[in-house]
C-alpha cells in the first residue's frame, strides 16, 4: 500500500509556471506507475499526466502537452509536474494517484491510490 501527499499548488497568474510534488510512503514506489489527473467544478476527474515505474516513458493529454512535464525519482519516492505557461482553463484540484502493474494508462479507475489533491488556480 502507498499513501501519497500533494504539494505545491496555489494562485499565479495566466501564463505563469507552478510545479506540483506529490510524496509517497513506502519502500515500494517504484513498482507504481504514476499519474496526475485533475477536477475543475462540474467537470469529471480527467488525466492530465503518466510516468512509467522507471520514468522512461510517460503520457499527456493532448491539453497540456508541450506545456507540462511529469518526471519521478525513485530514489526520494517522489513524482512532479512542471506546469509552465498555465491557463485559466487549467484551474482545477490535481491529484496524484499510483497504480500497479505495467504501463501508463489514462483511465482513473485503473488506479489504485489517490492523495487528497491540491488546488490550482490561474487568473486571467
Known amino acids: 500500500q502507498v499513501q501519497l501527499v500533494e504539494s505545491g499548488g496555489g494562485l499565479v497568474q495566466a501564463g505563469g509556471s507552478l510545479r506540483l510534488s506529490c510524496a509517497a510512503s513506502?519502500?515500494?514506489?517504484?513498482?507504481?506507475?504514476m499519474g496526475w489527473f485533475r477536477q475543475a467544478p462540474g467537470k469529471e476527474r480527467e488525466f492530465v499526466a503518466g510516468?512509467?515505474?522507471?520514468?522512461?516513458?510517460?503520457d499527456y493529454a493532448d491539453s497540456v502537452k508541450g506545456r507540462f512535464t511529469i518526471s519521478r525519482d525513485n530514489a526520494r519516492n517522489a513524482v512532479y509536474l512542471q506546469m509552465n505557461s498555465l491557463k485559466p482553463e487549467d484551474t482545477a484540484v490535481y491529484y496524484c494517484a499510483a497504480k500497479t502493474g505495467l504501463g501508463v494508462t489514462t483511465e482513473a479507475v485503473r488506479y489504485n491510490y489517490w492523495g487528497q489533491g491540491t488546488q490550482v488556480t490561474v487568473s486571467s
Open positions: 510516468i512509467s515505474r522507471s520514468g522512461g516513458a510517460t
Open positions: 513506502g519502500r515500494t514506489f517504484s513498482t507504481y506507475v
